[in-house]
Protein backbone atom coordinates (compact mmCIF):
# COMPACT_ATOMS: atom_id res chain seq x y z
CA UNK A 1 0.00 0.00 0.00
CA UNK A 2 3.21 2.31 0.35
CA UNK A 3 2.58 3.59 -3.12
CA UNK A 4 -1.08 3.41 -3.44
CA UNK A 5 -3.29 6.65 -3.68
CA UNK A 6 -4.67 5.11 -0.12
CA UNK A 7 -1.45 5.56 1.63
CA UNK A 8 -0.41 8.80 -0.31
CA UNK A 9 -3.62 10.05 0.95
CA UNK A 10 -3.25 9.02 4.86
CA UNK A 11 -4.52 5.91 5.17
CA UNK A 12 -2.37 2.70 6.78
CA UNK A 13 -2.34 -0.96 7.67
CA UNK A 14 -5.65 -1.44 10.48
CA UNK A 15 -7.62 2.03 9.18
CA UNK A 16 -10.95 0.83 8.26
CA UNK A 17 -12.62 2.75 4.97
CA UNK A 18 -16.30 3.82 5.67
CA UNK A 19 -17.30 5.42 2.57
CA UNK A 20 -15.95 5.55 -0.86
CA UNK A 21 -17.31 8.12 -3.50
CA UNK A 22 -20.31 9.11 -1.66
CA UNK A 23 -21.52 5.76 -1.04
CA UNK A 24 -21.30 4.16 2.71
CA UNK A 25 -19.32 1.14 2.56
CA UNK A 26 -19.19 -1.87 5.28
CA UNK A 27 -16.97 -4.29 3.96
CA UNK A 28 -14.46 -5.29 1.06
CA UNK A 29 -17.20 -6.30 -1.54
CA UNK A 30 -19.12 -3.25 -0.29
CA UNK A 31 -15.62 -1.00 -1.32
CA UNK A 32 -15.33 -3.33 -4.93
CA UNK A 33 -18.81 -2.31 -5.59
CA UNK A 34 -18.71 1.49 -4.65
CA UNK A 35 -15.45 1.38 -6.99
CA UNK A 36 -16.90 -0.41 -9.55
CA UNK A 37 -18.57 2.01 -12.19
CA UNK A 38 -15.24 4.81 -11.12
CA UNK A 39 -12.53 4.94 -13.78
CA UNK A 40 -8.43 5.39 -13.08
CA UNK A 41 -7.89 9.01 -13.02
CA UNK A 42 -11.71 9.82 -11.15
CA UNK A 43 -11.07 12.19 -7.83
CA UNK A 44 -13.49 10.71 -5.31
CA UNK A 45 -13.98 11.63 -1.65
CA UNK A 46 -12.95 8.45 0.84
CA UNK A 47 -13.63 8.70 4.44
CA UNK A 48 -12.00 6.26 7.11
CA UNK A 49 -11.53 5.38 10.57
CA UNK A 50 -8.40 4.68 12.22
CA UNK A 51 -7.04 2.03 14.65
CA UNK A 52 -7.79 4.55 17.32
CA UNK A 53 -11.27 5.09 15.90
CA UNK A 54 -11.09 8.75 14.56
CA UNK A 55 -12.46 9.59 11.12
CA UNK A 56 -10.73 11.37 8.71
CA UNK A 57 -12.52 12.18 5.02
CA UNK A 58 -10.11 13.16 1.96
CA UNK A 59 -9.90 12.76 -1.72
CA UNK A 60 -8.44 10.71 -3.79
CA UNK A 61 -7.49 9.81 -7.22
CA UNK A 62 -8.13 6.53 -8.31
CA UNK A 63 -5.54 4.30 -9.74
CA UNK A 64 -5.54 0.64 -11.73
CA UNK A 65 -4.66 -1.93 -9.47
CA UNK A 66 -4.67 -5.85 -9.61
CA UNK A 67 -7.68 -7.59 -10.86
CA UNK A 68 -9.58 -9.46 -8.09
Known amino acids: MSSSP ?7 AGDTI ?8 ASSDGLSAAL ?3 QVGEHISVGWLDAS ?3 H ?8 GPAD
Do not use: F, I, N, P
Not at 57 to 64: D, R
Open 18 to 25: VSAGGTSV
Open 57 to 64: TTTVTLAA
Open 36 to 38: ADR
Open 6 to 12: AAAAGLT
Open 53 to 55: GAR
